[in-house]
């Protein structure tokens, strides 16, 4: 399944595994960088060669971008994850694809994914290269060095990029602990930040060899991976938390009612209630009183409790085995909108998750930590 909600100011391209692709209007920048340097780099060879080798080269990077971020989609696809969508923008491209219950080996491998997509283009253009006569010959050989460097910067060592995504892997699964993985792999991604600056930006001053084009990319990017990086590392408090904040923590218990009781046969409950719509699934829940939603001992004793209860979207119900984490909750409050998620596990009510619960715990958490 995918999402099928395009993201602002983006172009619908298709789709590809059943996920829709965007092109970001933000790529027209990078499209026009990228058309301007084949520009330069043709130029001896005449305007028409020029011209043909800035479009080449413009469909080479797409081709590399999006053939990068269509094998983390389909990688993930073939894990059992919903991907969203994969859009092409100014600094690359991105896959949102829901995570929910992955691991550290599972992550690594849609990391990889990407980058082994553009080692196999590079070696297309590699054979390109040697089997079709020149200019042929040379326009293969720039998919080759396009799909190359692509691969080579994004498994460098250190998140946002696919590498300190490995980085990330690698520690969780040798601690057990998935926020030391994103604080170790967002400082290596911040070392490779002021890395950037120093080899691109602070030699060439002190040699006195600068080249604005390579200043502006390099401070660019450095600003790219340090904000990633960061973002990581601020996520790793809350990763932490819901590692250690499980489904029991916060489950409230329920009474399973049909909607056809009324006030008089239930009586006042001592729990939260919840019947099941005409499909079968629980998604009535009777409310708490409120200003909107009176308490039961006030309405007449014939109601039936189908005229109280709210429905639930489809979103806001869950099945999970006993022992989860509560990031599927959290996931699925996010993504109705309700703070109030009812959870099963095989077909069987196991309870009520609201967010008030959700807080209270985490607050008791953060107090023994």
Partial sequence: MSDEQAPPGALRLGRVAGVPVYLDRTWLLLGAFVAWTGWRAGSDLGTGTALAYAAWLVIGILVAVLGHEVAHAVAARLLGFRVHRIVATLWGGHTAYDGTGTTPGRAAVVAVSGPLANLALAALGAAATVLLPWPASQ??????????????????????????????????????????????????????????????AVLPLVRGEVDVVTLVLA????????????????????????????????????????AVTTVAELGRPDRRVVSLDE???????????????????????????????????????????????????????????????????????????TSDRLNAAAERVLRRN
């Fill in 139 to 200: 326009f293969a050989s720039s998919v080759m060095v396009l799909n190359l460097l692509l691969a080579g910067f994004n498994l460098l060592p250190g998140l946002p990029l696919d590498g300190g995504q490995l980085v990330h892997s690698l520690v969780w699964g040798a601690t057990g602990r998935r926020d030391l993985g994103l604080v170790v792999a967002g400082w290596c991604g911040r070392v490779l930040a002021v890395g950037v600056v120093l080899v691109y």
């Fill in 279 to 353: 499909r079968g699934m629980p998604t009535l829940l009777l409310p708490l009183p409120s200003d909107d939603a009176p308490d039961v001992g006030d309405v007449d004793p014939g109601t039936r409790l189908a005229s109280l209860l709210v429905r639930l979207p489809d979103a806001s119900v869950v099945d999970l085995p006993p022992g989860s984490t509560c990031e599927p909750v959290l996931r699925a409050m996010a993504t109705s909108n309700w703070g109030a998620v009812v959870v099963t596990s095989a077909g069987r009510l196991l309870g009520l998750v």
């Fill in 219 to 258: 401070l660019v990017m450095a600003w790219i991976l340090w904000a990633g990086a960061t973002a990581a590392v601020r996520r790793a408090p809350y990763e932490r938390l819901l590692d250690r904040l499980r489904l029991e923590d916060v489950l409230e218990p329920v009474a399973l009612v049909p």
